[in-house]
């Protein structure tokens, strides 16, 4: 049987201890390196394949350092404290830069956990929006090839019908806001690296806002699990809602947030990300 | 004249390329270690301090792997890649453990860079709020010696009147909201690392949410930085306006944003948090 596309992407070889191989292909490429999302999806990879690791992924920061080159990369990742229920980790993915040595391309920090049931609630409501079905899928600004992993139907806040420079305006809820339902294509069931880069599926605000395709990529984005591996497994292969909203915007760089539940309405991760942006 | 206890907390001694030393004293002490805020204060000035920084920052995401003891500690932080106008950091914070061997109490990665002017918005707006002279002093739920750092005026969200256990209902902009007036006390003008442990002023949105004690503390932090140094300056000994609601609550772990501004309306950073909690 083939490997998913997604699978062959994040796929990693053990190169020694606190070391893995990977390739990056074209199979996610974006504009000028991979999707940031499969890039992030790597990360967390090389933490889940550590043989030391404790327990599932709580949170997740990465850092776009660089944009990656096709080709392999070597992950360098370590947890740096075990305590008796937590884990903290450090990774560097770096690849051969133009004088032979290795340079860093994303640095990213972890937090894995033993978790337990206990209370819980939500002070983020499921949205009501209509089931994918019903939906037209979101119109793409630019011919990527990631666009052709993920199958994507737009609730609200599409890429903009005109980019004629007209500020979007009304409050947060108008302004900058995009609902939209998507899963992988083809069809793959959830799992913790999965729902890492859906968290990065969304374009940018920005595009949005000003109704402008300004140069603008992500330079760090931040995801916490709130779904443990079992509701993942639930999951399936079923669509995952996702809600981004812009929040500022200053001097070359904005922040954006997302929120992303299953079809039942439950809250399976919350993410923030900031991006940097031209002009 | 006397340093303030803000820059006697943070202050850190060179020793040696990419490492610095320091000392944590019971100034900021919150119930089993200095408050997180501080912390992360702390690790921003070495990143700032650093003979090789470009720019100011832009983000920074720091993990509390253990509770820092009194006593000295040293922080190894250095460039992972520095490109025209950013630069990535990898930072740890390390004590020596039982054993006699360093161990990293705290992780951080940072962004600074050299900002240029651009168009701007917020698509998060400043809340009409009474002035903070209006205002009664928060009622705090525990007498800690880093409360007598800060000056904070509520203005809605306070601490429970009752520790009963009634859980607190009624939607994202009641449930969980807390919105605070607050400042260095003594006053000190507002700069980079101050605003980072302002950013982590606010109380755990669980012992809200649920008028319960329930064992809680941080376990990673990220803050985006809107403002930069010549804003800041601006702001002075001023308030800063911070708002923090909760987020989703699940199997021991929940997140919670915060939002500050400055009395202008100003957006001055936003950040998100994942918190750990008992039962």
Redesign the interface.
Known sequence: MQQHPFDQAIALQADGPDRFTGHCGRSYWNMLGPFGGISAATALQAVLQHPARLGEP??L?V?Y??ALVEGPFTVVVRP??T?RS?Q?W?L?LQQQGAHGSL???L???A?T?L???????????FPEVPVPDSLDALRRAFPLEWFNRYEVMSVCGGIPNAWDGA?HRG??DT??LTRIWMRDAPQRPLDFCSLTALADVFFP?VFL??ASRVPAGT??M?V?F???GELLRECGTGFVLGQA?????????F?Q?A?LWNTAGE?LA?S?Q?V????
Not at 115 to 125: K, L
């Open positions: 709580v949170s920061t850092n350092a660089s740096v404290r305590n937590t903290h450090m560097e340079e860093t391309a640095s990213a920090t937090l956990a978790r337990r049931p206990t209370w819980g609630a939500s002070d983020v409501p500020e409050g947060p302004a900058s605000r806002r000003r330079v760090s931040t916490y709130h779904a443990g909203r812009g929040q500022v915007y200053r001097n070359g760089f922040d947030t929120h809250p919350t923030t900031v940097y942006y031209k002009e």
